[in-house]
């Protein structure tokens, strides 16, 4: 099964100088745990966590109501491609130590992967279930 028929599509972005309290509600009100960042003509430059927010900015006093979600966001996303299958997309996501893979289609965001899409997927053989087994293993940052 390829990511494209796993992935969510509904996307919820966030622009990289928005602040980091706008970012933290947009978190709570879709109730995700992660939003991709987007900076000039719309291309992915990274995520923002719950986490970022908690060590980054609280824990590092910044105050969230003028810290940029670029100050606090991990740069360089891993993504993965839209064709790609469900089990080169677990070893992405064990390899990388991350829940979630922005999708890309000719470089543009098309979809957000996550270890549950991965999870509820019925076609998940013994390789990609391996691979899924050590990401939620690690007990990841992200």
Same mark, same amino acid.
């Given at each position: %099964?390829?990511?494209?028929?796993?992935?969510?599509?509904?996307?919820?972005?966030?622009?990289?100088?928005?602040?980091?309290?706008?970012?933290?509600?947009?978190?709570?009100?879709?109730?995700?745990?992660?939003?991709?960042? %987007?900076?000039?003509?719309?291309?992915?430059?990274?995520?923002?966590?719950?986490?970022?927010?908690?060590?980054?900015?609280?824990?590092?006093?910044?105050?969230?109501?003028?810290?940029? &979600?670029?100050?606090? %966001?991990?740069?360089?996303?891993?993504?993965?491609?839209?064709? =790609?299958?469900? &089990?080169?997309?677990?070893?992405?996501?064990?390899?990388?130590?991350?829940?979630?893979?922005? &999708?890309?289609?000719?470089?543009?965001? &098309?979809?957000?992967?996550?270890?549950?899409?991965?999870?509820?997927?019925?076609?998940? $053989?013994?390789?990609?279930?391996?691979?899924?087994?050590?990401?939620? =293993?690690?007990?990841? $940052? $992200?």
């Amino acid at each position: %099964m390829q990511v494209k028929d796993m992935m969510s599509s509904h996307l919820i972005t966030v622009d990289r100088e928005e602040t980091v309290a706008a970012a933290a509600r947009l978190l709570s009100r879709h109730n995700v745990g992660a939003l991709p960042v %987007m900076g000039q003509g719309g291309r992915l430059v990274g995520m923002l966590t719950d986490r970022d927010i908690t060590v980054r900015c609280v824990a590092a006093n910044y105050d969230p109501n003028v810290t940029r &979600v670029r100050t606090v %966001m991990s740069a360089g996303a891993v993504t993965v491609p839209a064709e =790609e299958n469900g &089990v080169k997309a677990a070893k992405t996501m064990a390899k990388h130590q991350v829940r979630r893979l922005p &999708v890309t289609e000719n470089g543009r965001l &098309v979809g957000m992967l996550s270890q549950g899409d991965l999870a509820v997927c019925a076609d998940m $053989d013994g390789e990609a279930a391996a691979a899924f087994r050590e990401v939620f =293993e690690a007990g990841t $940052d $992200d």
